[in-house]
């Protein structure tokens, strides 16, 4: 026989059951277990599955509603953009750079007082080229298919250098704002400026970025452990669609944003 002995204690309704289960399953005397056999069958998802017409005509709806959205034009857009028109500043990079530039500020401003020195983004985070005509959320979803988010990280005098010797080695467009970047025949920086003024080698920066790439990736470490990281809940594609509402026509320029002189 089972000795017993009250105790008093608080039990909840998940101990209760917990203690009920147990009870259930285990006795006083020794407990028998067996195993059970498990069998299991593969099943091939394909053509050969006939849909649930009823599923079908219950989101049909819906469907059609997000296909209208994404396909509504949203701004227009006058010619062709591709990412390699251009050796280290390109159209539609610049609009990229200069649209997150414009759309984070105010968010960045409102939340600390300062305002974003400037942007760094990566060649490769362009995923798709922009048509002439209209252009439409489905558009953004192209060039932009990631879920990054637009963060501002302070960037020591240290860590500028080292953005800059990374663009250096990169010879890349990767898209940039806010900043005046010369190299000579080489690839080494001449001189650099942001906001028009020269490169203080006492003073912080604000830079914009995406979440990806201030975590490192594609190499810029530099962004890693900055002096300050700021979050602006923000994802880089509705930037580009709040931008390509607020704009209605598309006005993009290669320029002397990054430029070599030979």
Do not use: W
């Not at 709806?61 to 959205?69: G, L, Q, R, T």
């Amino acid at each position: 026989m089972c000795s017993s002995k009250l105790i008093p204690i608080k039990m909840n309704l998940r101990s209760i059951v917990a203690l009920a289960v147990i009870a259930g399953t285990i006795s006083c005397n020794s407990a028998k277990f067996h195993t059970s056999t498990i069998e299991g069958n593969r099943l091939a998802i394909n053509n050969e599955i006939a849909a649930d017409t009823s599923i079908e005509n219950y989101i049909k709806p819906y469907a059609n509603h997000i296909e209208k959205v994404l396909d509504s034009a949203l701004a227009y857009n006058p010619t062709n953009l591709v990412k390699n028109d251009g050796a280290l500043n390109t159209p539609i990079g610049n609009m990229m750079a200069d649209l997150v530039l414009e759309q984070a500020n105010p968010i960045f401003k409102s939340r600390t007082g300062n305002t974003i020195d400037m942007v760094l983004l990566n060649f490769g985070g362009i995923r798709s080229s922009i048509a002439k005509g209209n252009i439409t959320t489905r558009t953004a979803y192209s060039a932009m298919p990631f879920e990054n988010e637009i963060v501002i990280a302070e960037l020591s005098p240290e860590r500028m250098k080292e953005l800059l010797q990374y663009l250096e080695v990169a010879k890349t467009a990767h898209p940039v704002s806010g900043v005046q970047i010369r190299v000579d025949k080489d690839f080494k920086v001449i001189d650099a400026k942001i906001q028009d003024k020269p490169l203080d080698a006492q003073k912080n920066y604000f830079v914009a970025t995406s979440d990806y790439l201030q975590q490192g990736g594609d190499n810029m470490n530099f962004f890693k452990d900055p002096v300050h990281l700021y979050r602006t809940d923000y994802k880089i594609r509705n930037a580009i669609i709040d931008y390509f509402i607020k704009v209605d026509t598309i006005k993009t320029v290669k320029d002397n944003r990054y430029i070599q002189i030979k």
